[in-house]
């Protein structure tokens, strides 16, 4: 049990400045915030020192001995909703980069030491020592002392690779500064590297050396929110002396609380891109952030697949849901949202896998697509998708939607989504409009009075006819062919509009010679025929040539009364 400690913090990869601001995060911060004072921690990085000021409330007589205990911490035990951790593992972690920790905070002054292969005691035996400065109150300072073996280098890019958006998920913290000098001990470093060179190739030029890049610094992060619009503004400000820059960027937050989680022996509290558990875990497969209290493996790199870890999906598909609703607020992101549903071949952990059918599901349960009016938001399975065959010259549908509230059709908008984009719409389940869709779209047009079918231009009917052609040539669209029959698709020379299904419809010639309109036949527009498609249509559609002894019969009669 002694060595568990040290073992649980040296088995994990768990980064020393992730698990810090975790700490940081879980501390009280009433003192500061009673005299206007914003939560911060600040990284003071020196030659063989880190320096960790905190203006949390201070620590307290259990505070110093939960951290003296092993897997036990004071973080579950006030509040508990607004903790990450669930082990002592988070202030240990200083240890993965020190070997020795001195903590100063308000009366007390102590330090642990433990260097690598120890049996982890020093880890949990404080040390009294005498401060050197008095602190201002409130204030916690951690003072960690660094080996001579740790990799400098390694060790800062943990801070440049600091994410910035971290602090959008922290409820407490609204500062982190980190206030960088080691340029002293890094030009030591260059140095001893060039003598040793030298040592080895006499000849070498020293100026083949690796330069030192790094420069004193004070970098400082600090977040904003205005929770009536759900936007989170990170500003990340850099001073090196002569000069100074800073930058802003803006997010959209969306928050879904949770509760009556089922009961976890693991989990101590129920609160509703990277996963988040406060702090990041790692990259799962979706192309958004998820932050909510997951439990974790004590690695901190991955996710225990429990009964209230699985809970959560359901929020957090809802949460998506409600963030694509807010997007509809926005002229363009209302329809982007669909580019941020996760591809199932980036998914590869069946736990995950179930928040994206999740989502999905959610979705098709929730109107959040735009028909053609825009009247209103409508369910994904009472919209369809307009391919482009069933398209006029102009992209519009061949066929006029339905009336408002019944309409069909998705918002032109959608088709101008780059295909990946458009193909995860498809996705979920939206129907292409078929050439069954269409013919009953047909059927509509030509028995409305309304209808501008006979005023559409050539290029329509064309499309309609090619369209209308494969009923005749597809088996399985064969059983409309009484239905097109009795409508009135054909153009007589009188301006009518008629079926087959009545009465004989006859082309306006025979043998190359114009039949009389006066001989009582109903003859066909000849502008109607004056297309292939449309003339084979109504050959389909039972248009036959007349007889031509039988028109010559009429005409005599007809001028046998004349």
């Not at 880890?123 to 001579?148: C, H, N, Q, S, Y």
């Not at 559409?456 to 088996?475: C, N």
Request: glycine letters at 6%; hydrophobic letters at 35%.
């Amino acid at each position: 049990m002694r060595a568990s400690a040290a073992q649980n913090l040296y088995r994990s990869n768990a980064r020393f400045l992730f698990e810090l601001i975790q700490n940081a995060e879980d501390n009280n911060y009433s003192r500061a915030k009673a005299v206007g004072a914003e939560p911060y921690i600040k990284f003071t990085i020196r030659p063989g020192t880190i320096c960790i000021d905190c203006n949390e409330d201070g620590f307290t007589p259990e505070n110093v001995r939960a951290i003296c205990r092993i897997g036990e911490s004071t973080k579950i035990r006030a509040n508990s909703q607004y903790y990450i951790g669930e082990k002592g593992i988070g202030f240990k972690s200083g240890f993965m980069v020190a070997s020795k920790v001195h903590i100063q905070s308000g009366a007390f002054s102590f330090f642990f030491d433990h260097e690598p292969g120890n049996n982890g005691m020093g880890m949990i035996t404080p040390i009294w020592e005498p401060a050197d400065v008095t602190l201002a109150e409130p204030l916690t300072r951690i003072t960690l002392t660094l080996p001579d073996w740790l990799d400098l280098d390694e060790l800062l890019s943990q801070f440049d690779e600091l994410p910035q958006t971290l602090l959008l998920f922290m409820k407490k913290l609204g500062k982190i500064i980190m206030d960088e000098d080691v340029q002293e001990y890094r030009d030591v470093q260059v140095v001893a590297d060039v003598e040793e060179e030298e040592e080895e190739q006499e000849d070498e030029d020293d100026e083949e050396t690796e330069p030192n890049t790094r420069v004193k610094s004070i970098t400082t992060c600090s977040c904003k929110f205005d929770q009536n619009i759900g936007r989170g503004q990170v500003t990340v400000s850099i001073d090196r002396g002569e000069e100074a820059v800073a930058c802003s960027d803006e997010y959209r937050i969306t928050r879904k609380n949770l509760s009556n989680l089922p009961a976890d022996g693991q989990r101590g509290y129920n609160t509703a891109e990277k996963v988040y558990a406060f702090l990041p875990i790692r990259d799962f497969g979706h192309p958004f952030i998820i932050h909510s209290d997951f439990v974790m493996q004590a690695s901190r790199e991955d996710i225990m697949e429990n009964a209230g870890n699985k809970a959560i999906l359901e929020g957090v598909a809802e949460a998506f849901v409600d963030a694509v609703l807010q997007f509809y607020q926005h002229p363009v992101l209302q329809y982007q949202w669909m580019s941020y549903i996760p591809n199932d071949d980036k998914v590869l952990s069946p736990f995950w896998s179930d928040l994206s059918t999740r989502m999905k599901g959610s979705l098709k349960t929730t109107p959040v697509l735009w028909p053609r009016s825009r009247s209103r938001l409508r369910l994904i399975c009472q919209l369809k998708i307009v391919p482009k065959q069933l398209k006029d010259c102009y992209g519009k549908p061949l066929v006029p939607d339905l009336p408002e509230e019944k309409e069909i059709y998705l918002h032109q908008d959608y088709y101008t989504l780059e295909p990946f984009v458009l193909l995860k719409l498809i996705t979920l389940g939206p129907e292409a409009m078929s050439v069954h869709d269409c013919v009953e779209g047909i059927g509509r047009v030509a028995m409305s009075s309304t209808s501008n079918m006979k005023s559409a231009d050539d290029d329509w009917h064309e499309r309609i006819a090619r369209l209308l052609l494969l009923v005749f040539e597809q088996p399985h669209l064969k059983t409309k062919i009484p239905y097109l029959r009795s409508l009135p698709l054909i153009p007589l020379g009188d301006q009518r509009w008629v079926s087959i299904a009545d009465k004989a419809v006859y082309f306006p010639d025979t043998d190359d010679m114009p039949i009389p309109w006066d001989l009582g036949l109903r003859l066909i527009e000849p502008k109607a025929i004056r297309h292939a498609a449309r003339k084979t249509l109504f050959t389909k559609l039972g248009v036959v040539d007349a007889d031509k002894d039988i028109v010559r019969e009429l005409i005599l009669k007809k001028h046998r009364r004349g």
